[in-house]
């Protein structure tokens, strides 16, 4: 970070700045991701595959037996604890520096109830977007949550880390630079707890939290499994467990059934045999807020709301089985139902969402609607060239996209949109019929562009002008109609369950951020928080407040901070 975000020794604030110039900052304040940038769609693409293909070669997982096998203790000054839990923060500096802001706050008072800032702090997964490149950590991630908390406060807060899979794109080195270090052990005004990926901690009356790294669902490694072995050692048929986990394995197994194998494994055979009882699985990974409750007293908690763009919550299954019944795994625990309990944002205000995508497609995604508005111009000629017999316009024909091969790219590459070879589960009939449908549709288009582009005049210059002609005036055009082409193919793909992520993430949708707090009383009673904002701040000025430990920046607007539901406990 720049000069004035360098941290002192001991978690002394560096110099305050004077404005929100990056310069005073010490890091840039971040836009959102586009997330169907061409190169953006490209580049993650590649790290995925790349991730899926070379993970095994990357894992320094094993590694990490060399380091500390440290068990951490958090305790509160009254004999509980106040703990926060937030996910998927690292994206545009609005939403994200809205929930830090929030967190770093000395006490909220939300929907009546006054809840001072926690002892310790969870970060759930991937920290930052759209890579862990060192640059993305430091403006997406550590940045803002300096400006949050600039110094330590008296109560010395500690945060934990897991990671997820966008953490894990470059083998996990910036992760553990940032979250696992044995000097300077200072992020923000938190102290950083871990000495690996993984952690556990013990918490007031027998409560014990454990972060799992299952490096995207692969198998949990030996080192992790003899690191929990010791730490189970510590647990007895009255201690209660808070699983934090990657991803909501419980929810994906919908659609995988082998994506809640490693966390069924863990538990069965590191907690269950010490008589303690999972009470509480927390993950991150879908940005939003779910709760699922069974008959076994479990809850099942979903918290992504950090800062990366909203996903929906109409989609959610009402019941779900974990483990799943049809999962492959020879052993597994008994299948029991959960129900959905609650969500954020409720499902009517999910779908109202999913409309916006006509109007937030093109405006969050220019270069989206400029690689539609090439393709469709490239089309359009190779169409014009086969239509028009004329012998004038053989020159032009020469320099046209064969017609075969650009029908047969649109087709495929509409058909590979639908599902993603990056992506888990399996592809299905329906995933098929609304892709090739969806390049049908291209092609319609095309065709109907052209039938309108020779109509024009502009086809009748000398070559090559029809063509320079095309790209200043048909691409933008054609590029804006053939987003919204796109925009009704996700929503209509979506109701049947394809395209979900790309309806929302296209969107980009700042708001309904936030995080769980958490509260462990003395007597073990846990009772949770889900705090949420419907809408983050977009200004900030800096705040005048002296303090070392106050935040860099306020909003010019205040925050209204509320519960997504009331409180519920946990004994």
Request: glycine fraction near 8%; aromatic fraction near 10%.
């Amino acid at each position: 970070m720049g000069p004035y975000a360098e941290e002192a020794a001991g978690g002394r604030a560096a110099r305050r700045p004077r404005s929100t110039d990056p310069l005073e900052l010490g890091f840039t304040p971040r836009k959102p991701v586009p997330w169907l940038a061409p190169f953006l769609l490209i580049s993650t693409g590649l790290r995925t595959l790349l991730a899926m293909l070379f993970g095994a070669y990357l894992d320094k997982r094993e590694l990490q037996k060399a380091l500390d096998s440290e068990i951490a203790k958090q305790v509160g000054p009254d004999g509980g604890l106040w703990l926060d839990y937030v996910a998927d923060l690292g994206d545009g500096f609005n939403a994200t520096y809205s929930v830090a802001y929030l967190l770093a706050q000395p006490e909220l008072t939300v929907d009546g109830h006054r809840l001072p800032r926690a002892q310790t702090l969870v970060m759930g997964g991937d920290q930052v977007y759209p890579s862990a490149a060192y640059e993305a950590y430091e403006d997406r991630c550590k940045g803002p949550y300096q400006a949050a908390l600039p110094a330590t406060p008296p109560e010395q807060p500690t945060v934990f880390a897991v990671p997820g899979n966008h953490d894990w794109y470059d083998g996990l080195t910036a992760f553990l630079r940032l979250f696992v270090r044995t000097r300077d052990r200072h992020f923000g005004g938190w102290r950083t707890g871990q000495s690996r990926s993984y952690f556990a901690a013990e918490l007031p009356a027998d409560w014990w939290l454990l972060g799992l790294d299952d490096q995207s669902g692969s198998y949990v490694d030996d080192p992790q499994l003899t690191y929990f072995d010791t730490v189970a050692k510590k647990l007895g048929p009255q201690s209660k467990v808070i699983l934090a986990v990657p991803a909501p394995a419980w929810v994906k197994a919908v659609d995988n059934p082998s994506a809640y194998d490693s966390i069924d494994y863990f538990i069965r055979t590191i907690i269950a045999p010490t008589g303690a009882r999972v009470r509480l699985l927390i993950s991150g990974d879908l940005h939003h807020y779910a709760r699922y409750t069974g008959p076994d007293d479990r809850q099942l908690i979903t918290c992504g709301s950090g800062g990366a763009y909203l996903y929906p919550t109409h989609k959610l299954p009402e019941q779900i089985e974990v483990p799943p019944r049809d999962t492959l795994a020879r052993r597994s625990s008994p299948s029991r139902p959960y129900a959905l309990a609650a969500r954020y944002p409720d499902a009517a205000r999910s779908r109202r969402y999913g409309w916006g995508i006509f109007g937030r497609l093109p405006r969050r995604n220019p270069g989206f609607a400029t690689l539609l508005g090439i393709m469709h111009t490239l089309l359009m000629l190779s169409i014009a060239g086969v239509a028009d017999f004329r012998a004038e316009a053989s020159e032009q024909r020469l320099f046209s996209v064969p017609l075969v091969l650009m029908v047969l790219v649109t087709v495929l590459a509409a058909a590979l949109f639908a599902k993603p070879p990056s992506t888990t589960g399996k592809r299905n009939v329906r995933h098929w019929i609304l892709g090739v449908t969806h390049g049908l549709a291209h092609v319609g288009l095309g065709a109907a562009g052209t039938w309108a582009w020779l109509a024009l005049p502009f086809h009748n210059w000398l070559w090559p002008l029809p063509a320079a002609a095309a790209a200043v005036l048909y691409l933008p055009a054609i590029g804006l109609v053939a987003s919204q082409l796109v925009a009704g193919y996700l929503l209509i793909a979506s109701a049947f369950g394809v395209n979900v992520n790309e309806l929302f993430a296209g969107q980009g949708i700042e708001d309904a951020k936030g995080f769980v707090r958490l509260r462990i009383d003395p007597d073990g009673t846990l009772t949770i928080y889900p705090i949420v904002v419907d809408r983050v701040a977009r200004r900030w000025q800096v705040n005048p407040n002296p303090s070392p430990e106050a935040s860099w920046l306020t909003p010019t607007t205040p925050l209204n901070p509320r519960l997504a539901e009331p409180p519920s406990t946990l004994t």
